[in-house]
């Protein structure tokens, strides 16, 4: 469990550092899915594959993505990689972020966590498959989260065909190659 | 031990309720299913190449949505164990916003029709309102992150859709703040989940054990719902984001989620322990989001940028209702009817934004070359300052009556002192629309702009005079 979980916490340091430090826009938005993978993994080891499930399907799925074509379909190539990541902002960046993990770190070493009983249920996938789409006795549960989870990822295809769409002026031209190709 | 994972303290619960199933829940949410049926047909239209058919479909599903809501009324009661919410808020905030998602529908017609993708446009709105659905219900925290992430998602598309430059620009900082807000707020909303050891919202009173982890929970969900409802200092995307899409986008930006995300907070702060301080936190963003918003509008010369901080104000009075949430029996039927002619007024603004010009100076003599178009924009102007006897007037009495009832009389000090700061900033649009100078060009009205203005200013004195009925039957 040990090797298992310093290998996820260095996957996600390693990603979350490529993000900040990495000088492409598209290899940060790579390295960030990478952290997100490794959040998944800590879900599973925390044997809540609700939360694992959702992260998976919407954080390295939806959001990734989405952002991928944000930067592909805003920026012309040769912008999109900066010669430095330094700007005057690092240390009010620095500063924000030291913060804010120094204070969830305070919470998480001040409060006593034992008496929480999360988590300690099954690991059976099978089981939580069946709960995912309310098949089972009492397990309407997810039923209706597992729908939203669903109309939020073809939201973010639509969101990603609409963003990435060719402006109307360019339409004109193509249109009877759109049309061969529809 | 086979009942999956960590909702063991729910499931225990729900033996009480008796037979849960879908037999019984499904109904329940069948105006959300009509809405999700609406833009999904919206798509097909647009895929067979009918987009003339998608609009009239969006109108025509939204309005079945809405009166499949009105059996509701009345309803308090959960479904799928728990974690959706028909009550209220939820049940109103289908009859108020999805009517807003249908006006803002209409009125992006002038605006993107003959388009690629018209339909898509007009599918996004209902894609959003769901999300904004799914937070106004919210009974789980798991409905606060889908319907943010939904509601921003379907936001985003709709800002970026003229694809010029000012429109990626406003997507692109909408997108940027956004992702981080709703990301500070999963990870916060992890301690509550680890203090209360349930995502439920009705399990919350478990946290108060905890106080750094509900605080830090707290400023979570402050941060991702206040982010979503542009309450200052979360509020930076929205001027940038109203002005760069499309008005009608800006309009329905400025209800819909608005309006679903402040609803949202009333749910969660129902079950919040009072001991983490949350009617304090939110009555001090009341204060600073009015303040701010107000004196920010003070000095814009675009008038959408203008509405876009009056709206950041309007947030602030809206919080009004969720800070008495606690101590106050006006608190619901407050937050309903300020966001029923919240909606009504604020639409109806852009509305005439888009008729006479986003600039302030194109209103300039419009009340003389135009008076019924003038006196409409006075009208809501005036609502939105709360005078009577229109809409915004008894919304804003029922707010100030629930934050008094609550114990925060200075807030509603406070809210009064702003109103009158927020007459003049309206003043600024009302009084050049009357001067003696030549008006630039006549506006005038397409027929479907001249519709949606006209329902809106309908709606709003009719909200006004009916308040009075409309009290006696919320709760």
């Not at chain 2, 996004?124 to 939904?150: H, Q």
Request: proline share 4%; glycine share 10%; with cysteine.
């Amino acid at each position: 469990m040990t090797i298992i979980f310093g290998f996820l916490a260095g996957m996600m340091l390693v990603s979350a550092l490529g993000v900040v430090l990495s000088r492409n826009v598209v290899h940060s938005a790579l390295f960030m899915s990478g952290s997100f993978l490794a959040v998944v993994g800590f879900f599973v080891m925390l044997s809540a594959p609700a939360l694992a499930a959702f992260q998976l399907l919407i954080y390295v799925g939806a959001v990734s993505v989405v952002i991928l074509f944000g930067i592909m379909f805003t920026q012309s190539p040769q912008v999109r990689s900066f010669s430095t990541i330094v700007n005057k902002q690092v240390w009010a960046g620095l500063a924000v972020a030291l913060g804010v993990g120094g204070f969830l770190s305070y919470i998480l070493a001040t409060e006593d966590w034992g008496a929480t009983e999360a988590g300690q249920g099954t690991r059976d996938v099978a089981a939580f498959g069946e709960y995912l789409l309310g098949v089972g006795p009492d397990s309407e549960i997810f039923a209706m989260l597992f729908q939203l989870v669903a109309i939020l990822l073809f939201v973010a295809v639509i969101a990603a065909i609409v963003i990435s769409r060719r402006k109307d002026t360019d339409i004109e031209s193509a249109s009877d190659v759109r049309d061969v190709g529809e | 031990m086979s009942a999956p994972i960590f909702f063991l303290q729910s499931m225990d619960g729900m033996g009480m309720d008796g037979g849960m199933n879908m037999g019984r829940d499904l109904p329940l949410v069948a105006p959300e299913i009509a809405v999700l049926l609406t833009a999904v047909g919206t798509l097909v239209f647009e895929m067979v190449r009918l987009p003339r058919v998608a609009l009239p479909f969006t109108v025509v599903g939204l309005l079945v949505a809405t009166s499949l809501t009105i059996p509701l009324v009345g309803t308090e009661t959960t479904v799928f164990m728990d974690t959706f919410r028909v009550d209220a808020l939820g049940v109103w905030a289908k009859l108020i916003l999805l009517p807003a998602t249908a006006l803002c529908a209409v009125l992006a017609y002038p605006e993107v029709k003959d388009t690629d993708r018209e339909g898509t446009v007009y599918a996004l709105f209902s894609f959003t309102a769901i999300g904004t659905l799914a937070l106004a219900g919210a009974g789980d925290v798991m409905f606060l992150v889908l319907g943010v992430l939904l509601s921003s998602l379907g936001s985003f598309a709709l800002v970026a859709y003229p694809r010029d430059d000012r429109a990626t620009e406003a997507a692109m900082k909408y997108l940027v703040f956004g992702s981080v807000t709703s990301a500070a707020m999963i990870f916060g909303l992890t301690f509550w989940f680890g203090a209360s050891g349930s995502t439920l919202l009705s399990e919350l009173g478990g946290v108060g054990e905890m106080p750094l982890a509900a605080t830090a929970g707290l400023v979570a969900v402050l941060v991702g719902l206040g982010y979503k409802a542009s309450v200052a200092p979360f509020h930076f995307w929205a001027p940038d984001a109203y002005d760069g899409g499309p008005l009608a986008v800006a309009a329905f930006l400025s209800v819909v989620p608005k309006v679903g995300a402040i609803l949202a907070l009333a749910q969660v702060v129902r079950f919040l322990p009072e001991s983490t301080g949350w009617p304090l936190a939110i009555a001090a963003l009341a204060a600073l989001s009015m303040t701010y918003g107000n004196f920010a509008a003070l000095v814009q010369e675009n008038v959408v940028r203008l509405l876009a901080y009056s709206s950041i104000a309007q947030s602030g009075y809206f919080l009004l209702g969720v800070a008495a949430f606690g101590g106050s029996e006006l608190a619901v039927s407050s937050l309903v009817v300020f966001a029923a002619a919240y909606a009504a007024m604020n639409i109806g603004a852009f509305t005439i934004v888009a008729v006479a010009g986003r600039d302030l100076r194109d209103f300039a003599g419009v009340g003389r070359s135009a008076p019924v178009l003038g006196a409409a924009m006075v009208v809501f102007l005036v609502s939105l300052v709360g005078i009577p006897p229109v809409a915004g007037f008894f919304g804003k009495f029922l707010l100030f009556g629930a934050a008094i009832e609550g114990g925060f009389v200075w807030l509603a000090v406070v809210a009064i002192l702003n109103s009158v700061l927020s007459l003049g900033v309206y003043l600024r649009v009302i009084v050049p629309m009357y001067r003696a100078t030549k008006p630039r060009a006549t506006p005038v009205s397409v027929p479907a702009i001249g519709a949606v203005w006209m329902i809106a200013l309908f709606l709003t004195v009719a909200i006004g005079v009916a308040a009075q009925a409309l009290i006696g039957n919320i709760v």
